[in-house]
């Protein structure tokens, strides 16, 4: 009966806008973090997703607020906040790869960690087609759950990745350069981290729609 009654309240359609917003900041932290794994203006990108992890900080935090201040919600505010916060956890892991590429002066990158850079720029665009369909949840529910399962699939082709990088440092690396190993073992390990980020926010989506429909 709640739930019926919250449907005929009018809503805050601002949310919808600012997840939009921020899903726009990871796309461009997304594809900035891939060509930076190709090896293109490593130091440029860098700046790049430090500005746009800047920029979705501001929009995150507009989201929390609005939660505050809205009487009524499009859907649960514990939702809400969840959900944003999976999002901008993404583009925070993006920040902490770049923060290892330069404490270690990386300018160059196995080809398998550029293999994952793409599968974070396909997940970031999932999440951005999936956002705006939020705002009809019921309408959208075929189409939310299928792309939170390729989110999915793109994370399990990372763990593939991962797994495939680790074996091929130690296989060039080993024991004959321990450091070299260790350095690209982390950043192996960030990239897998940002992966995992977006399945957070797919599972959000599958959360919401189970919730809303």
Not at 174 to 201: C, S, T
Request: charged share 30%; aromatic share 6%.
């Amino acid at each position: 009966m709640l739930g019926w009654f919250r449907k005929l309240l009018p809503h805050e359609d601002r949310f919808f806008d600012l997840f939009e917003r921020h899903a726009g900041f990871i796309v461009g932290g997304a594809e900035a973090l891939e060509r930076l794994l190709a090896g293109e203006d490593v130091e440029g990108n860098c700046r790049r997703i430090v500005e746009l992890e800047q920029q979705a900080d501001v929009v995150a935090a507009e989201v929390l607020l609005a939660t505050r201040r809205s009487f009524i919600t499009p859907f649960d505010r514990g939702d809400i906040k969840d959900l944003i916060q999976s999002m901008d956890d993404a583009i925070d892991m993006m920040h902490k790869t770049v923060k290892t590429v330069r404490l270690f002066d990386r300018t160059e990158f196995d080809p398998l960690m550029h293999e994952m850079g793409k599968g974070i720029v396909d997940a970031a665009h999932l999440v951005a087609e999936a956002v705006p369909l939020l705002s009809k949840v019921n309408t959208n529910a075929t189409q939310l759950t299928a792309l939170a399962e390729k989110v999915t699939q793109v994370e399990d082709r990372s763990d593939e990745l991962h797994e495939q990088g680790l074996k091929d440092l130690f296989t060039r690396h080993g024991g004959r350069d321990p450091m070299a190993y260790m350095i690209g073992a982390e950043i192996y390990g960030q990239l897998e981290k940002v992966v995992d980020r977006f399945e957070d926010v797919a599972d959000e989506i599958s959360g919401i729609v189970i919730e809303n429909v």
